[in-house]
């Protein structure tokens, strides 16, 4: 009989849904890449899924984020991708966290629970600090580089971090990575020049939050959707060819 996994399953094999049932994956920030990524994993039929966003929808989330809408707007991102997913996959074994992952509170996360770690965050702190520990414990993990002030999604690529050019969150990634010793990062990246946003207008700055940057990044509705897509099918593969 078919059940929501079937049409997948004729690409992967049943055995490979049965093996996505009993992975449990972290994602790292639940915006306009890790909203999009996650929910495609959901569907795709990981079991477990762990979802860590500190942040809260607020209403210029809604031109790209798969969470907001005009409903859950002042709801906590996480909790209310949980809701969402568990009305995709009500198996599902789905936790929301309430927490901006820096480096200062990383000790309290025990990454060696996942079998994949997906960093979604835009912070530079917190992305080096997922990095760092996910290749010190030995598990895999997928990382956005930059996809704020892009209009092309064509242009994203996965390559390892050290095969990265032009984008510059990922020229820092490699500097800071190399000092770090860590040998190796799988990113998924575009080689389109950002473009310069336009300040004029309302709400070029944004309240400050932990480790944020003060000016609004420009993004759209398509291009980091994009991202998190590329994200997921990584992820989904990696899993299906990985252990038992």
Do not use: W
């Not at 990575?177 to 575009?190: E, F, I, N, P």
């Not at 509705?221 to 038992?244: R, W, Y």
């Amino acid at each position: 009989m078919d059940d929501q996994f079937s049409r997948t399953a004729l690409l992967f094999g049943s055995g490979s849904i049965d093996k996505l049932k009993r992975r449990r994956v972290a994602v790292f920030g639940i915006g306009g890449v890790g909203g999009h990524c996650v929910e495609a994993l959901c569907r795709s039929g990981v079991g477990a899924l762990d979802l860590y966003d500190g942040d809260i929808v607020d209403i210029t989330n809604i031109n790209r984020q798969i969470v907001a809408t005009h409903r859950t707007i002042g709801q906590s991102k996480a909790a209310a991708m949980r809701e969402r997913l568990l009305e995709i996959n009500p198996s599902a074994a789905i936790e929301a966290h309430t927490l901006f992952y820096m480096p200062e509170n990383a000790g309290g996360v025990e990454l060696s629970a996942y079998d994949y770690i997906v960093d979604a965050v835009d912070t530079m702190a917190a992305k080096l600090e997922l990095a760092s520990r996910a290749a010190a414990l030995g598990i895999p993990i997928i990382s956005s580089m930059g996809a704020a002030n892009k209009t092309d999604p064509t242009a994203f690529i996965v390559a390892d971090i050290y095969e990265t050019s032009v984008c510059p969150m990922a020229r820092v990634m490699r500097n800071e990575l190399r000092k770090r010793g860590v040998a190796s990062l799988k990113v998924v990246y575009s080689k389109e020049p950002p473009i310069k946003p336009d300040l004029s207008g309302p709400g070029a700055d944004e309240t400050d939050r932990p480790g944020r940057r003060r000016q609004t990044p420009a993004s759209n509705a398509f291009v980091p959707p994009v991202v998190g897509l590329i994200i997921a099918g990584e992820v989904v593969k990696d899993l299906i060819q990985g252990g038992p």
